[in-house]
């Protein structure tokens, strides 16, 4: 039931980027609350963010913390994911599978996700219900009964789980080895689910030093949206999270930084099991958190232009007049704590080469950043993006989602509130200098997935 985050082909472009079923785009979704937003912080240094919609009667309540994979120790890679899971075990208050179960029984549903910046715990339900998710979120932030048995029984569970969706597919075992390729120095190079060898040495030590260290209101955001007022939340979060004892103090994150890439890098896996072969090209490239002032916006707008669609240029030049390719995307992740990740995909049509469907993409880009785009091409990718945030306000989930991820990785309600407005100022000039600045073909790493037999074309 628990879910992992990553930056693969289905995480980057299913509908511009969504991270296994929970990390949005900041471009794809923006939060249009029915009421203003409230935020506030509780005296254990807790941050709480209400976001009201009063459309249905309904609320997704979230705790969101400020860890994930790329803050693991060194040596000790898949323990943020490892610990996600030994959440829903035992506390000192109620029993393994009791939160489960009480979530069923009402109707709702519930579950959890680990990226490389933060850790996510999310229960949707009714209304009245909330002071009961409240009070099972604050009795596994620090009340987890942990033994070895429990923690070995569960090491299994995330070491299939590994062999299940990594060591068994092979599309997920390149992205895993082209990321490893891209960042040559931040920890994104790690799988956010670990490896193996690594993981097979967790223990019960591990997971407590982990608990004790990041488990903690003041490493924590509450995010509640839906059918609620804020001064009821501030109240339950006071009752429940509020009586949790501060944390140690963290120091800030700050990780390794990439050097600059001086070479192209090619990684290729072939499988008797692809009946189809596929291509991405990566690129590292700023966050909202590491850009200059409206970079990553011009980066998002670029992502949409080259490949976000079936207006796309890509789309509209190798599928719609060439024929030569069967599917193509590009995507941006712009909420991260590091510099990000930029992507192009495609997978050829018919007999149409690899190699013709490589080349026409880098053309595409290699026209963006010669030549630049249009005031109107410009205008419809920013129309799409508008029209994109009024549909995502139809799904309360998106509005938590997007508030989590934002203020986990340095961003701000501010920033979320102001983000339209920043697309909106987004120049042509200002797209062409980051396809120039950072789509450098020169400097690309490029995925190679081939069927066994096509290994040597």
Known sequence: MKALGNWPRRALLAASFTVLLAMPTFAEQAPVPTSPV???????????????????????????????SADEPPGKSGIAHFFEHLMFKATGNHAAGELDKAVADIGGNDNAFTSYDYTAFHETVPPQALSQMMAFEAARMRNLVLSDEVVATERDVVLEERRMRIDND??????????????????????????????????????????????????AVLIVAG???????????EESFG??????????????????????????LSDARVSVPSFSMQWVVPSYNTAKPGEAE??????????????????????????????????????????????????????????????????????????GISAEELDRAKARYVRSMIFARDRQDSMANIYGSTLTTGG?????????????????????????????????VTGYLLPKTQAEN
């Open 298 to 371: 011009a980066i998002d707008l670029l992502g949409e232009i080259l490949g976000g669609g079936t207006r796309s240029r890509l789309y509209q030049e190798l599928i719609v007049k060439k024929g030569i390719a069967a599917s193509v995307n590009a995507g941006f992740q712009g909420r991260a704590l590091d510099d990000s990740v930029f992507a192009v995909y495609a997978t050829p049509r018919g007999e149409a080469k690899l190699a013709d469907v490589e080349a026409a993409v880098g053309a595409e880009i290699e026209r963006i950043a010669r030549d």
């Open 227 to 237: 059918d609620v007022e804020a001064e009821a939340v501030r109240k339950l979060a």
């Open 412 to 444: 701000t309600v501010t920033d979320i509130n102001e983000w339209p407005d920043r697309v909106r100022k987004v120049t042509a000039e200002e797209v062409k200098a980051a396809a120039a600045r950072y789509l450098v073909l020169d400097r690309v």
């Open 170 to 219: 092979p599309q997920a075992q390149l992205d895993e080895a082209v990321l490893a390729t891209l960042f040559m120095n931040q920890p994104y190079r790690i799988p956010v689910i670990g490896w193996m060898q690594e993981m097979q040495q967790l223990n019960r030590v591990d997971a407590k030093a982990f608990y004790d260290r990041y488990y903690a209101p003041n490493n």
């Open 243 to 268: 009586k949790i004892p501060r944390g140690p103090d963290l120091p800030p994150r700050i990780r390794p930084k990439e050097p600059q890439k001086t070479t192209r890098r090619t990684v290729t």
């Open 38 to 68: 409230s935020e506030f912080t509780l005296g254990n240094g807790m941050q709480v963010v209400v976001v009201p919609d009063h459309r249905s009667p309904i609320v997704t309540h979230m705790v969101w913390y400020k860890v994930g």
